[in-house]
């Protein structure tokens, strides 16, 4: 298993996750934490909810775009490392 050292999100070229239609309706918010396995290409090879945020809709929506993430990889050395990083999600609606 990789190490956990500093692999960072690309967020300006990610996409957010969507916020469930469901989710909106019901006014359900939270913060979900990801355990992303990067490799040393960016790319994520696999992902678990570290931390739920209560709702299995909302942990679903932000695994679902978490997955096709691109990530800057961690180096040792200088060069490229497969790694593990906490990626937090939050889900909040304007006026909660």
């Given amino acids: 298993m990789p190490a956990r050292v500093d692999a960072r999100p690309r967020y300006k070229s990610n996409p957010l996750p969507e ?35 209560g709702h299995p809709l ?13 990530f800057l990889p961690a180096s040792q050395a200088g060069l490229p490392v497969a790694s593990r990083v906490l990626v937090p999600v939050s889900f909040q609606l304007e006026g909660s």
């Fill in 19 to 53: 916020y469930p239609h469901q989710a909106r309706v019901r006014r359900w918010t939270g913060d979900v934490l990801l355990l992303v396995e990067v490799d040393a290409d960016g790319r994520v090879t696999s992902l678990a909810v570290e931390q739920s945020s």
């Fill in 58 to 70: 909302l942990d679903r929506a932000a695994r679902r775009a978490v997955r096709h993430w691109e």
